[in-house]
């Protein structure tokens, strides 16, 4: 997987917080953070959602998915609805390292 140009923009919900976008197009790659844990620096895998700018403001118009457990949920759905316009919602829940997500998706308007 190659590294994906920065900046990254991770999506990060607190328990309860949900965040809705339309994917317009998505790509994966990895990028190198630094979390406390490792302050030498931590490679992981991204999956980069481009988003309408309505749904990320400012610039750049995308989401970066990096937790695993969310990546994995949500990139084998990204390729089943393929180019179909589907408007997704996603809700956290628990509290790290336990937090999971619960993925809805409906046809966008």
Not at 77 to 91: A, E, S
Request: net charge positive; charged share 20%.
């Amino acid at each position: 997987m190659a590294e994906l140009a920065p900046p990254l923009q991770p999506i990060e919900l607190e328990e309860g917080q949900s965040r809705s976008f339309t994917a317009l197009r998505w790509e994966t790659g990895e990028a190198i953070i630094t979390p406390g844990h490792a302050p030498q620096g931590k490679k992981i895998n991204v999956l980069r959602i481009h988003v309408r700018p309505e749904d990320a403001p400012g610039f750049p118009h995308y989401i970066d998915i990096t937790s695993a457990r969310l990546f994995a949920q949500l990139r084998p759905q990204l390729d089943i609805t393929g180019r179909l316009i589907v408007r997704w919602t996603i809700t956290a829940h628990g509290i790290a390292p336990k937090k999971y997500f619960t993925v809805e998706r409906v046809p966008a308007s």
